[in-house]
């Protein structure tokens, strides 16, 4: 066996072990664990490596290298935990120290979004710039989307097979791991950009990256503020304050959370508590190994209420379905929007061995009003369970609940909106165009005849000729009909890639939102958010007074 095969080996070994003495943890809770038990797990255990041993000697190709750390990182752990539950993960060192990152809100480098794709022209790929995040290094020097990485500090970036040159660099993750480093070093990155003739050379100086969770912020309407909240990460919840606390005399709040895949639940739980009323429950954690915990507001808004429509989609889940349930079962928002995801599983992260992490699902997430937030996953396959659920029907056997004024809500299958708003469909055309990814790629084509743009620019006549070259250049398929019947979509979207590559990417989601037809329903919907607010106040007044009762008063109703 190879050292490295062994070092694998050894890990997983050590791995099962720790979920061995977890599980005996676990029984301790619950109750002894039996020496039946115990046989069992080394007897499972012996299997494995028995199984390992023979696969590693006797498979008609080496078992060496990453095939060797895949064999148990992407396959063994992963199928254990699969026959568990969806959530339980296993993080091998890249993807931990990524979770980490993520988690933080801030790293250490130059500060744009990178990815791999697929040159049309070319058919090879290649590292582009999605877009240079705001007030960094890139972004100050002038880097754009659609700019292609040609190069990190001389090295050649050449996607392909060749992994073990040091000299070149071979995927989008080595760029990145080159682009990081400590603050003040210098990096060298070039870039070929269209209609440049030869590649632009960038001296960058590595900074500390903020990364944050609150991509959108701004006065949608008079007195209404919009907050877009993509994460939930250890900035979060200050992020949604500042937020809210920079909107002067607001008179309602659009959040956004769709999308939203949720985060760290320590966040959601302190958004909550800006938003709800003192001592109110925010959600609690029911399991088998530990004591239920239960979440309330601790600070309270103080008083300072404002009618609030939270948007949902089927991607929104875990912590922003705790903020979302919370909110409408004290009455203190109206959801709008798609039924959530239904992810009401709680990982607890165990640091492992080699850098490398476990989430293991150990409480269920209950809403208030003693919703369980999970979908059903039983007898579901893991592709299915992510992408082709619909959402359960809407109190079809699902249970029942109340929220504080006595509106009905439903459990077991993720959080339903109030107000059912669905997501436009897009058309063949829309997919055509999309598929290209031609509105990002139109942007350069865009600058490479002008100069520039400045913020009032308007998608005129003669832009939508020059895109429909473009499409035709690109040999995108379009008849004169597909671009009358789609044309706001199409000037919306090119005005967010111009104006987003010129002034950065908030320019360009403004555009978005002010068009969006779910964010321009959702606004609709603050009058009734309004009454909400009111019958949510009213029984926060009766619920007051009846604890400041005398006990004599008390006495003679009964």
Known sequence: MTPRARRALFFLVLFFAVMAVAGSVLQRKVGAQSSEDESQIRDSLKTFTNVYSLVEQNYAEPITGDKADAAIYDGAIPGMLRTLDPHSNFYDPKSYAKMREDQRGHYYGVGMLIQQQRDPKTGKDQVVVITPYE??????????????????????????????????????????KNLKGPKGTHVQVSMSRAGQPKPLVFDLVRDEIPHPSVDLKYEIRPGVGYVHLTQFMETSAQEVDDAVDGFSNLKGLVLDLRGNPGGLLSQAVEICDHLLAKGQTIVSQRGRAYPDQNYTATHGNGGKTFPIVVLVNRNTASAAEIVSGALQDHDRALIVGETTFGKGLVQTVYNLSENTGLALTTYHYYTPSGRLIQRNYEGVSLYDYYYNHAGAADGNNREVKMTDAGRTVYGGGGITPDEKVETPKSNHFQDEVLYHNAFFHYAPFYFSTHASVDRSFQVDDSVITSFKQYLTNEGVQYTDKDIADNLDWIKVNIKDGVLGSQFGSVAGLRVLADWDPMIQKALTFLPEAQSLEDTAHKVLTQKAQARNETPAATGAQR
Request: no cysteine; aromatic share 2%.
């Open 135 to 176: 007030g960094t290094p890139s972004f100050r020097a002038g880097i754009r989307p659609a700019d292609v990485i040609v190069s990190v500090d001389g090295k050649p970036v050449t996607v392909g097979p060749d992994g073990n040159d040091p000299n070149i660099i071979n995927n989008s993750d080595s760029v990145a």
